[in-house]
């Protein structure tokens, strides 16, 4: 399914001193298969956005269309839509409610497939539970809040992609999480992306996270795409990324300092690419005239 | 979902009501409140309408909103203005206009009727004048000093304005957290908008309790944040912004002080409420 946004815009608390323009006029595409990345700091509408891919928001202007559904349309079946685009919002730990894991898991199931059968809900909760990485003999009987908070947002991942969500739209999903948790998380996603899951959209901080995973991004600033393209394209123009106030990758900002001294290095700026590029180069100077 | 709470909710603008000291504004309101029930006729009720009317006017607050105040309790207003209809107990004047069973309805019960609406319609406004004019926080700090006198008797005077400022200051907080949660439930294909009663409440089960829990949570870490501060209640403790009273304050007690008198003569020169029937039947 693709995601097509034309002059998207979105006011909160309208007609009131506390109105505040969310979102003045987005377009952006984010076709079918792509790891996509949305970056901006708080109050940018990046959150706003993604809330409209599956009517959480309701559309109030402009257009939008996810696959074949036309959120303008009053008639859309919005419950049809968010069964296929899941979201895991920030810090989705705090949404956990049920009295055990497998119930908390089963509660999308629940309202999205009526007509599954027992069995076929346990069988589709304890491969989301494995899908994870948390076993599911362990966990199904435990009460999601004795859990470790890594565990519980692993449970709480689970309760989305119980539904195998054709989009899957995380609103900072490693935020709060230690290096090795984020790095799981992104191994996670990159497992089932590709899968059922056809897209992936991560709106994030991190632009580490940005450079090593996205196949595209954009950047939102002030209720407006900024910038969009392939995570090279977008680090390669670090100056206006440090205008809109954001940070580049360590790898851009090792380029950066490299450029500075007339070494200019193409890169991708994955961490991989970079080192790789980096020790090709030393070696080449080394070999012989070195300056 | 959760934004449409008007009552007590601050209107932010500049004005000579906004700039008045909580305190004063709170004893002017209880005055206000006071001139209500001390009208006994329509007259009076008229002369607080006018002064209501002024007031909102001096205070920029859109009509509009102050009047969604009334909408909270309009349910309230309508239903003990019906049972007054039907059981005021009064001697009657006049023939009744409808008895029927342990119904009458007189000419007195629905003068008595409108009487009452009156007054609780203005009481309401009233009082949400104050709440949209005055920030939670200067209003708790208005009611922690006019409580003051109560320390004479060891009454936590100071305990109880925290708890109201913390509840007040974590009311929006909540209100996001809820909307949050309620997004992330609907994600997952809750469905709070269709069915009964009964199954609505039920669908509320996976908001509550994650809201329950986050708040346990939140007063924890407020707790520890204000132990980590060396909170120790209120001994010693000196206040950023101290309150004092201005002309605008003077002002307006002069102005309720003259509003009473007024009532106090039309009560005495007009009549009683009732007589509002004889008066409108000697125009003819």
Redo the contacts between chains.
């Keep these: 399914m693709q995601i097509v946004a034309k002059g998207l815009t979105y006011t909160y608390?309208p007609k009131s001193?506390f109105a505040s323009n969310a979102l003045k006029g987005v377009d952006l595409t984010i076709g079918e298969g792509e790891f996509f990345g949305i970056i901006g700091h708080t109050g940018s509408g990046k959150s706003t956005f993604v809330?409209h891919l599956?009517a959480?928001i309701r559309l109030t202007g402009g257009s939008l269309r996810v696959g074949e559904y036309d959120l303008a349309d009053k008639k859309c079946n919005f419950?049809e839509l968010?069964?296929k685009v899941?979201?895991v919002?920030q810090y989705?730990e705090?949404?956990?409610?049920?009295e055990t894991v497998e119930k908390d898991v089963a509660?999308?199931l629940?309202?999205?497939r009526k007509d599954m059968d027992e069995e076929a809900r346990a069988a589709a909760v304890r491969e989301a539970i494995e899908t994870v990485g948390l076993r599911y003999a362990e966990m199904e009987g435990r009460s999601p809040?004795e859990l470790s908070g890594g565990q519980k947002r692993r449970v709480a991942i689970a309760?989305?992609i119980v539904?195998k969500p054709v989009i899957l739209i995380l609103d900072e999903p490693a935020a709060g999480l230690d290096p090795l948790g984020k790095q799981e998380l992104m191994e996670l996603l990159h497992r089932i992306h590709g899968g059922w899951c056809k897209t992936v959209v991560i709106v994030s901080h991190d632009m580490d996270e940005i450079a090593e995973n996205c196949t595209r991004a954009a950047v939102f600033s002030e209720g407006k795409v900024a910038m969009e393209g392939t995570p090279a394209e977008i680090f390669s123009r670090s100056g206006e990324l440090f205008a809109l106030g954001l940070d580049v990758p360590m790898t851009a900002r090792c380029a950066l300092r490299l450029k500075e001294r007339g070494i200019d290095i193409q890169t991708d700026y994955t961490c991989r690419d970079f080192t790789d590029k980096v020790l090709a180069l030393w070696k080449a100077k080394g070999g012989g005239d070195a300056q | 979902m959760l934004n449409d709470v008007t009552f007590g909710q601050y209107y932010p603008a500049k004005s000579f009501v906004h700039n008045m000291d909580p305190r004063a504004k709170i004893v002017l309101i209880i005055a206000f409140i006071v001139a209500i029930f001390l009208a006994r006729n329509f007259f009076g009720l008229a002369a607080v309408f006018l002064v209501l009317v002024f007031l909102v006017l001096l205070s920029r607050v859109p009509f509009g909103r102050v009047l969604r105040s009334i909408k909270m309790i309009l349910f309230v207003i309508v239903f003990t203005a019906i049972l007054n209809l039907f059981f005021y107990s009064g001697e009657s004047a006049y023939e009744p206009l409808v008895d029927w069973w342990i119904f009458t309805i007189t000419y007195e019960s629905v003068v008595n009727m409108v009487f009452l609406a009156l007054r609780l319609f203005l009481l309401v406004m009233g009082t949400s004048i104050l709440t949209l004019t005055t920030t939670p926080v200067a209003l708790t700090d208005g009611i922690e000093s006019l409580l003051t006198p109560l320390k004479w008797i060891r009454f936590p005077v100071h305990e109880l304005a925290l708890i109201m400022s913390i509840a007040l200051r974590f009311i929006p907080t909540l209100t996001d957290e809820t909307n949050r949660i309620i997004a992330a439930q609907k994600a997952r294909g809750a469905n709070f908008e269709t069915g009964g009663l009964i199954r609505r409440a039920k669908a509320m089960l996976p908001v509550l309790i994650p809201l329950l829990v986050s708040a346990f949570r939140r007063a924890e870490d407020l707790g520890d944040a204000m132990d980590a501060r060396c909170y120790s209640g209120a001994k010693g403790r000196t206040k950023y912004k101290k309150l004092r009273f201005t002309w605008r304050d003077l002002l307006g007690v002069l102005f309720f002080a003259a509003l009473i008198t007024g009532i106090v003569f039309l009560n005495m020169y007009l009549g009683t409420k009732f007589d509002i029937i004889a008066q409108i039947a000697s125009l003819f």
Excluded: C, D, E
């Excluded at chain 1, 705090?94 to 049920?98: I, P, S, T, V």
């Design positions: 608390n001193p809330q599956n959480l419950i968010r069964s899941g979201m919002f989705p705090y949404q956990l409610f049920a509660f999308g629940k309202n999205f809040f309760g989305v539904t």
